[in-house]
């Protein structure tokens, strides 16, 4: 067997109340998993099936971008749950494990490689090719994003572990302004809010670097990007047409 996806959460279900089950669970037991079967810390005991059918759907519910809270529950990824045969309640919670850090440069084809799979999604919806758009961004080269590189440049990347599933940079363009580019996170990572991460984030290191404003430029048509990006604080500030893109550039802002 091997392990061919990254999981971006870590579950632990812990044993809350209760006595009396045929497994022996005490309170304060606790198991752990990211996409198997839960585990008992310390290998001793064992959680049963009609336990599992109870916890499983939460576990998915996580998984797939969803909210505990849509149960009734006062927090995103932690909720109650009582076993099926009723003496025993489990704390299940979960935690993400996505973080955000600087991009190091040894790793650079990966993020190049993160950035086209990203933006491939965007091309394919608008048309666009090596032919009549080589330079979107969904088709940058290691070489162009080698390019950027300079000391007013900031690039970071979204890690699970080591693996990268996202990358935005921001670039120094004076007077307190910072562009900000390549707001990447792979397909099967989407709808877990990394994307307004990578935005909260770039927000914050904008006020960090002592500067106010963050500009972006995006694909005019794209109604649904540019409505996510007003819907975090972004402004449209007007658009532009080039010969060389067969679609209107759009510019926003987000000012502190």
């Given at each position: 067997m091997k392990k ?7 579950f ?5 109340e209760?006595?009396?089950c045929r ?6 037991d606790t198991y752990?998993?990211?996409y198997?079967?839960?585990?008992p810390?310390g290998n001793?005991?064992g959680?049963?099936?009609?336990a599992l059918?109870?916890?499983f759907p939460l ?6 971008g ?5 149960l ?5 990824y932690?909720?109650?749950?009582m076993c099926g ?6 704390l299940?919670?979960a935690?993400?494990?996505m973080e955000?850090?600087p991009a190091a440069?040894?790793?650079l ?10 933006f491939?999604?965007?091309?394919k919806?608008?048309?666009l090719?090596r ?10 080269t290691n ?6 590189i300079?000391?007013?440049y ?8 080591e693996?990268i599933?996202?990358f935005v ?5 004076g007077?307190?302004?910072y562009e900000?580019?390549?707001?990447s996170?792979?397909?099967g990572y989407r709808y877990?809010g ?6 909260d984030f770039?927000k ?7 500067g106010h404003?963050?500009?972006i ?5 794209n109604?649904?990007?540019?409505e996510w990006y007003?819907?975090n ?5 007007g658009?532009?047409?080039?010969e ?5 550039v759009?510019y ?5």
């Amino acid at each position: 067997m091997k392990k061919f996806i990254v999981e971006n959460f870590r579950f632990t279900i812990t044993v809350i109340e209760g006595v009396g089950c045929r497994n022996g669970h005490e309170i304060g037991d606790t198991y752990t998993c990211e996409y198997g079967c839960p585990l008992p810390c310390g290998n001793e005991g064992g959680m049963c099936v009609e336990a599992l059918i109870k916890i499983f759907p939460l576990l998915e519910i996580v998984r797939a971008g969803g909210d505990l809270r849509t149960l009734g529950g006062a927090e995103k990824y932690r909720h109650e749950i009582m076993c099926g045969g009723g003496p025993i309640k489990f704390l299940l919670q979960a935690r993400d494990l996505m973080e955000i850090r600087p991009a190091a440069a040894d790793r650079l084809p990966e993020y190049a490689d993160v950035i086209r799979r990203s933006f491939a999604t965007v091309a394919k919806v608008f048309d666009l090719t090596r032919e009549n758009c080589p330079g979107h961004t969904s088709f940058i080269t290691n070489e162009r994003l080698q390019s950027k590189i300079k000391d007013d440049y900031y690039p970071f990347g979204c890690f699970i572990g080591e693996k990268i599933i996202g990358f935005v940079s921001l670039t120094d363009v004076g007077g307190g302004i910072y562009e900000m580019k390549d707001v990447s996170v792979l397909p099967g990572y989407r709808y877990f809010g990394y994307g307004k991460a990578l935005l909260d984030f770039c927000k914050a290191k904008v006020v960090e670097l002592g500067g106010h404003k963050i500009a972006i430029d995006i694909v005019e048509e794209n109604t649904v990007l540019k409505e996510w990006y007003a819907a975090n604080g972004f402004v449209h500030t007007g658009t532009k047409k080039f010969e060389w893109f067969p679609f209107t550039v759009g510019y926003m802002e987000w000012k502190l």
